[in-house]
């Protein structure tokens, strides 16, 4: 079985959300399927960050529909935005 790397950057529901707790709650929520390689803040308007995480999971069907419902069942998080597939 094959990996993917993929990037998203993740929009919190709004600006007093804590990156560093949504980053703690995203490691723990997708550890099961995903490996974090990297997260990064950044800033889009008015004191308002996203965070972008690049992460690596196994290339099984449906394993991105799963991730990204993790991601946005979150309450803390308003939207996500796939910023790139690849295969290892």
């Known amino acids: 079985m094959g990996k993917i790397v993929i990037a998203y950057k993740i929009f919190p529901s709004e600006s007093s959300v804590d990156l560093n707790l949504l980053k703690e709650k995203i490691t723990k929520e997708l550890s099961e399927i995903a490996s974090i390689q990297r997260f ?28 990204e419902k993790k991601l946005t069942d979150m309450e803390e998080v308003s939207q996500i935005q796939t910023l790139g597939v690849n295969r290892l």
């Open 40 to 67: 990064a803040e950044e800033p889009i308007a008015f004191g308002l960050s996203a965070l972008v995480v690049n992460m690596v999971l196994p290339e099984t069907e449906g394993i991105l529909d799963e991730t």
